[in-house]
């Protein structure tokens, strides 16, 4: 039997743990680096009205003429719509989407999206996933509960939530966090008698304690404001998103096309 020194052992010993963690890391990184990802559009949008003369956030206004112009052209270069949701279990399941999917959001659940928006995804078959900001119902300008309700029974449109109160979750402490973020799960479960499945950062705000708030609290998906249109599961509670703007016609056409 071959005695080796008690130094030779403990060498090949610390050797063996560092490679161990070596390949453990090469690994991990192999993983991340195959995950499997989608290459799916997310549109962002917010109001869909002629922007008032004094309003400091034009950028946030969208005529209805342009909004039904970019349906028109979804439709006629026959894009599939999905919803945040859909896009969340293809991620999980690792099956895709139908080819040349996109997913259209709309955030904090304004009155136009009832009045403007909702007829024109009726009359092109597109779907579209809503965020509502739960303590914004029934006030001037935004969605009443009875409004949440029919749409939440309409076959082209998904609810999620974008908290109580629309604050920036960033500012909040861990309590506070946690009642925007898993509370409103419950109380929008309530109103719309839907399951919530997505979740939208308020001003895309947040922090790694929010993310896992949100997995925590059962949401599929987690939306930011960051600009992207690849997708994996590694991801998923930080989606990101387009803004469309005011491109129309051949231009927008042609913005989609650039994506896929």
């Not at 003369?53 to 349906?71: E, V, W």
């Not at 579209?128 to 006030?139: E, G, H, Q, R, S």
Request: proline fraction near 3%.
């Amino acid at each position: 039997m071959i005695i080796y020194p008690l130094k030779f052992v403990k060498s090949v010993k610390v050797s063996f743990i560092l490679t161990f963690i070596f390949l453990f890391f090469m690994a991990s990184n192999a993983k991340a680096a195959t995950a499997y990802s989608q290459n799916v559009p997310i549109l962002m949008y917010h109001y869909i009205e002629v922007a008032p003369a004094t309003s400091t956030l034009k950028g946030l206004y969208l005529n209805p003429k342009i909004f039904a112009n970019q349906l028109q052209e979804i439709k006629n270069n026959k894009y599939k719509s999905a919803f945040v949701s859909e896009l969340a279990k293809s991620l999980i399941s690792k099956k895709p989407l139908a080819s040349s999917s996109l997913v259209l959001t709309f955030d904090d659940g304004y009155e136009d999206f009832y009045t403007e928006a909702y007829p024109l995804l009726k009359k092109y078959e597109i779907k579209a996933t809503v965020y509502i900001i739960i303590n914004a119902l029934d006030k001037p300008g935004y969605l009443t509960k009875d409004q949440v309700r029919e749409l939440a029974a309409s076959k082209f449109i998904e609810i999620g939530s974008h908290t109580f109160n629309h604050l920036d979750l960033k500012t909040l402490n861990n309590r506070k966090a946690g009642f925007e973020i898993v509370n409103s799960k419950k109380a929008l479960e309530n109103i719309s008698g839907k399951q919530i499945l997505s979740f939208c950062y308020p001003y895309g705000h947040y922090n790694d304690y929010d993310i896992k708030l949100a997995q925590e609290a059962g949401y599929l998906a987690s939306l930011t404001t960051n600009a992207g249109f690849k997708h994996s599961i590694l991801d998923i509670h930080t989606l990101t998103r387009l803004r469309p703007d005011s491109r129309r016609g051949s231009e927008f056409s042609k913005w989609l096309k650039m994506l896929f």
